[in-house]
């Protein structure tokens, strides 16, 4: 009988995501869903994980925006491969930088559409199982970014915000269970963030980690994996982690 614990991460194509699928992978006792919307780069990051990791590894590949898509996606799953352990809710983006009156409306859909309600339909199709089996762990990817706003920041800081409240809401629905959630709220890591927020502008991208050692995807993965593993008595609610002189999502002391 297989004993793993079975991880569904979603964004593991890149950053944070693919980091925690690393973290996990390198472990004994989880085989990992790797999820995303780009194919070659799930199928890359499968034969990694197939070479170097110690459990199973499966991907499902789909936009956590398309719902139904989404839906098929977990429903194809077989058996063995259905009770999911720890939903690992990380797919999401910035876009942007302008002030709140002069922002992108295409821009604000994206980041809403993905940071809230991608979040919350995976919430809603992996979680009932969670509920019925009465163990299982989500873990959210927020951000410092929601807990206060900074110059531009608006509609992504406001998308961290709400993902703080429902995972604050959902570890609320499930008390009466033994289900944990948790909600890891990274500073500045240096990942594909900046990039995608700049729209392709790279140079503009290198700035945000200049004159900071920014945290990396695989700093975050430690936080999930100690999250994860901690005694099943304990829940990690909330995490703040910030790169050494950080102070804030706003107050980084550069030193050049
Ligand atoms: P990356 O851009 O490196 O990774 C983002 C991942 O999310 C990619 O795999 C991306 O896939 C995926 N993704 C985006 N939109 C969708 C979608 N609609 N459906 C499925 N997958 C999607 O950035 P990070 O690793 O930094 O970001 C991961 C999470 O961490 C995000 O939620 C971000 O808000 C959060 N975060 C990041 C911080 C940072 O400083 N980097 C700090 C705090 C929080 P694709 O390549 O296909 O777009
Ligand atoms: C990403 C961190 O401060 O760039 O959520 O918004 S920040």
């Known amino acids: 009988m297989n004993t793993s614990k079975i991880v569904l991460i979603t964004g593991a194509t890149s950053g944070i995501g693919r980091a925690c699928a690393m973290k996990f992978a390198s472990q004994p006792g989880y085989d990992v869903i790797i999820t995303g919307r780009k194919p070659e780069l799930l199928a890359d990051l499968e034969a990694e994980l197939k070479k170097c990791g110690k459990g199973r590894v499966t991907t499902l590949c789909f ?44 821009d604000w859909d994206t980041m809403i559409d993905t940071n809230i ?17 009465n163990r299982g762990h989500v873990i959210n990817i927020g951000s410092v970014a929601g807990d206060a706003a900074y110059a531009g920041g608006n509609v992504y800081c406001a998308t961290k915000a ?9 570890r609320i629905d499930v008390a009466h269970t033994a289900v944990r959630v948790t909600n890891i709220k990274p500073g500045l890591v240096e990942t594909n963030f900046s990039n995608t927020r700049f729209h392709g502008d ?3 991208a290198d700035k945000v980690y200049q004159g900071i050692e920014p945290l990396t995807g695989d700093d975050i993965a430690d936080v999930a994996l100690y999250a994860a593993q901690a005694p099943a008595h304990v829940q990690i609610a909330e995490v703040l982690v910030l790169a050494t002189h950080q102070a804030s999502g706003s107050v980084i002391h550069r030193n050049s």
């Not at 719902?67 to 799953?77: M, N, P, T, Y």
Request: charged share 25%; net charge negative; glycine share 10%.
């Open 63 to 106: 936009d956590v925006r398309e719902r139904g898509v989404a839906f098929e996606a977990i429903a194809s799953l077989p058996a063995d491969w259905a009770e999911i352990d720890v939903l690992i809710n990380n797919a999401g983006l910035a876009l942007g930088l302008e002030p709140e009156y002069d922002g992108s409306y295409l």
């Open 117 to 133: 309600k991608g979040l919350l339909t995976m919430t809603r199709l992996v979680v009932p199982g969670m509920v019925e089996r």
């Open 162 to 170: 709400a993902v703080k409240t429902l995972t604050d809401g959902l």
């Open 202 to 204: 790279n140079a503009r």
